[in-house]
């Protein structure tokens, strides 16, 4: 089993910018891809980010390129998400995913964390 801890949510005005933590502990050696999604209120989950632990190879929806950044620590098994230029539309739940294969959309993630508030004011 893998654990997810997520942390860094907050409130920010529009323009501004977050970090986002996820720390794994557990069987971490397993992991493949970890990746970021986001829920807001009466949406699907969306897809966010996510990146290949060997290569560091990483991928970004459309409605965050150029904005957001991915990044991992394997020493500390913590994957990151840099929040640039922040819009209210990214308001929501932001959840932390990992899996042992190279996985794209969510219901294919088998781990979880219990997600962490972003919430950006006009």
């Known amino acids: 089993q893998v654990q997810l801890v997520e942390s860094g949510g907050g409130l920010v005005q529009a323009g501004g910018s977050l970090r986002l933590s996820c720390a794994a502990s557990g069987r971490t050696f397993s992991i493949y891809t970890m990746g970021w999604f986001r829920q807001a209120p009466g949406k699907e989950r969306e897809f966010v980010a996510r990146?290949?632990?060997?290569?560091?190879?990483?991928d970004y929806g459309d409605s965050v390129k150029g904005r957001f950044t991915i990044s991992i620590d394997n020493a500390k098994n913590t994957v990151y998400l840099q929040m640039n230029s922040l819009k209210p539309e990214d308001t929501a739940v932001y959840f932390c995913?990992?899996?042992?294969?190279?996985?794209?959309?969510?219901?294919?993630?088998?781990?979880w964390g219990q997600g962490t508030q972003v919430t950006v004011s006009s």
């Open positions: 995913a990992a899996d042992p294969g190279f996985r794209t959309n969510a219901d294919e993630f088998r781990y």
């Open positions: 990146i290949r632990r060997s290569g560091g190879r990483t």
